[in-house]
């Protein structure tokens, strides 16, 4: 019971803090102040006070869509190692049902935009399914090769390889590279796309969005918050030294520092790297590809030589 209070409450306060650290990074590099830490959590909170305007030419589905991204969001929430390498919700090769569930709700906010009958949100609709097609694999790639090099299925214990020695040092450091580009795309964060631009031309997910309002518009703002808190808290437990055997609370502390030393490194990337072209960003996926594929490979040589 502890543990889930404390999933529930670091889902419910983390998102909202992920973003905002990120946001004020931006806001350093630039010069500026920046909005408060937990100016995500206002702007959400606002449009749930919203009334929501619907377009004469949307259905149902424009109205369910935001619904089922949220859900399976939060579905997926309770299976992550969120607090180190521990989940309310654990059984074997459970990473392969939050990565359906992710993309359950792409599909569902995609039929939404397409719902729309708006040409330029068809256009975002059909980017973000190419470049979410792009980056499966390596997701699964570096997912598999971790529960190869662990021995275990459960999405909380193959986090846990660490950095024994060199080749787990290898293969955790290359599946981390990973999951930070994974993060990137699954996101729509920069250099893949940028979440504050008002160019319907150079958006990907932001343009998909653009007729949802109020409450909606908030469910779709608190999912993407929470999936990047996700990635980043994966990256984090990848990199955690500390494990809930050395105390519980240790362990947890750790890796909520290092989720948001993970956000502090998405708004360096953002501020420092400009967005990539259309046409680049399959090359720049591959990159993850690659470096899941090296994990992969390191993997197979260290377990053969320890036999």
């Known amino acids: 019971m502890l543990l889930w209070l404390a999933h529930v409450a670091a889902l419910l306060v983390l998102p909202f803090l992920t973003v905002g650290v990120v946001n004020r990074t931006k806001s350093r590099w630039a010069g500026r102040k920046g909005p408060r830490l937990f100016q995500s959590l206002s702007d959400c909170l606002r449009l749930l006070r919203k009334q929501p305007v619907y377009s004469a030419t949307t259905t149902g589905i424009f109205r369910a869509g935001p619904l089922v991204l949220l859900a399976t969001t939060l579905v997926s929430a309770a299976m992550m190692p969120v607090l180190g390498a521990i989940a309310p919700v654990s059984f074997p090769y459970d990473f392969v049902a939050v990565a359906y569930l992710w993309g359950l709700g792409r599909i569902a906010v995609v039929l939404s935009a397409l719902d729309t009958g708006s040409s330029f949100e068809g256009m975002g609709a059909s980017r973000e399914a190419t470049y979410a097609a792009f980056v499966e694999p390596a ?115 750790a890796n909520v520092a290092l989720t948001l030393l993970v956000a502090v490194l998405v708004g360096f990337v953002e501020s420092l790297v400009a967005r990539l072209r259309l046409r680049a960003i399959p090359a ?21 030589n320890a036999r």
């Not at 459960?154 to 986090?159: I, K």
């Not at 660490?162 to 999951?179: D, F, K, N, V």
Request: glycine share 8%.
């Open 139 to 253: 997701l699964f790639l570096a997912l598999g090769t971790l529960a190869a090099a662990t021995g275990h299925g459960a999405l909380a214990d193959l986090v846990g390889l660490g950095a024994r020695g060199p080749a787990q040092a290898a293969i955790t450091l290359a599946c981390a590279a990973t999951l930070f580009v994974v993060l990137q795309v699954e996101t729509s964060r920069g250099p893949v796309d940028d979440p504050t631009t008002h160019l319907e031309l150079t958006m990907i997910h932001e343009v998909m969005i653009l007729d949802h309002s109020g409450p909606e518009l908030a469910a779709i703002q608190w999912a993407s918050a929470l999936k990047t808190t996700l990635c980043a808290a994966l990256v984090a437990s990848i990199l955690n030294p500390l494990h809930p055997a050395d105390g519980l609370l240790l362990a947890a502390a």
């Open 284 to 304: 720049y996926v591959s990159v993850a590809t690659v470096s899941a594929l090296v994990a992969l490979l390191v993997t197979a040589w260290w377990q053969g």
